[in-house]
């Protein structure tokens, strides 16, 4: 293993841990950044989008209110390993998708 993998592994390993811990869980809206731009998906219509990236395209699949990567050009494959979660990234394709909930958020704070 390279210094550069070890980095890698450490990044996915605190972003699953994030996604695990996040006081917010699940929601109503992926959330799908790229260097190409933003993107939001409701997580009630299923169907998979592809997302173009330096290496190539990655595919996230929603299905059942839950989203995956299904497909990605990295090398180890470490983001479709994870499975269906709350906080999906492929790092070295430059694409991070979240949940988030469109409805009981606040819109203000006031004092």
Same mark, same amino acid.
Request: without cysteine; aromatic residues 0%; charged residues 35%.
């Given at each position: 293993m390279k210094p550069g993998d070890l980095a890698i592994i450490a990044i996915y390993a605190a972003v699953s841990v994030f996604s695990f811990s996040s006081v917010q869980s699940g929601g109503d809206v992926l959330n799908v950044e790229t260097d190409n731009g933003s993107y939001a998906y409701s997580l009630s219509e299923d169907g998979v989008h592809s997302f173009s990236g330096p290496l190539g395209t990655t595919e %996230? /699949? %929603?299905k059942d209110g839950r989203a995956r990567i299904i497909s990605s050009p990295c090398r180890n494959g470490i983001c479709m390993q994870a499975g269906w979660s709350d906080t999906l990234c492929c790092l070295p394709n430059r694409i991070i998708a979240t949940t988030t909930d469109? /409805? *009981? *958020?606040?819109?203000a704070i006031s004092g």
């Open positions: %996230i /699949e %929603i469109t /409805e *009981g *958020g606040l819109d």
